[in-house]
């Protein structure tokens, strides 16, 4: 298991994980909740891409993501 915020890296996972975290307070209590999703194939690439590209995803960060994904090097 590798933890990465590099596009790079991931894209030469064989599978994907995303990992989130959010914060929920409730009066006097605060909470951290952490959650794990695996991601199919299609997800992987958009979130390969939105690594690279940031909160708004182009088909540019799309067909970036495809490149790093398909390539061997």
């Given at each position: 298991?590798?933890?990465?915020?590099?596009?790079?890296?991931?894209?030469?996972?064989?599978?994907?994980?995303?990992?989130?975290k959010?914060?929920?307070?409730?009066?006097?209590?605060?909470?951290?909740?952490?959650?794990?999703?695996?991601?199919?194939?299609?997800?992987?690439?958009?979130?390969?891409?939105?690594?690279?590209?940031?909160?708004?995803?182009?088909?540019?960060?799309?067909?970036?993501?495809?490149?790093?994904?398909?390539?061997?090097?």
């Amino acid at each position: 298991i590798v933890v990465t915020h590099s596009p790079q890296v991931a894209a030469k996972a064989g599978g994907h994980l995303r990992i989130s975290k959010t914060a929920r307070t409730k009066k006097a209590n605060a909470s951290l909740h952490t959650h794990v999703e695996v991601l199919s194939a299609p997800d992987r690439r958009e979130e390969i891409a939105r690594m690279l590209a940031g909160a708004t995803i182009t088909d540019e960060a799309r067909a970036a993501a495809d490149r790093l994904i398909g390539s061997d090097a």
